[in-house]
């Protein structure tokens, strides 16, 4: 059996907003299928909100 492993980036500077929402459920119905899911978190540089800098 294939061991099948995603990884979803959230670029949002909101890391609970409708991205990450979005990817949840993306999540959701690829656990239905047994496939792994991690959803990270990532701050870009460019990105001019200074939220996401923010711990």
Same mark, same amino acid.
């Given at each position: 059996?294939?061991?099948? /492993?995603?990884?979803? @980036?959230? %670029?949002?500077?909101?890391? /609970? %907003? &409708?991205? *990450?929402?979005?990817?949840?459920?993306? $999540? &959701? +119905? @690829? +656990?239905?299928? +047994?496939?792994?899911? /991690?959803?990270? $978190? /990532?701050? *870009?540089?460019?990105?001019?909100?200074?939220?996401? @800098?923010?711990?």
């Amino acid at each position: 059996m294939k061991i099948i /492993e995603v990884i979803a @980036f959230n %670029g949002s500077p909101k890391s /609970e %907003g &409708n991205t *990450y929402h979005a990817l949840k459920i993306m $999540q &959701n +119905e @690829f +656990e239905k299928e +047994e496939i792994e899911v /991690e959803i990270l $978190q /990532e701050c *870009y540089p460019w990105n001019k909100s200074r939220r996401c @800098f923010k711990r």
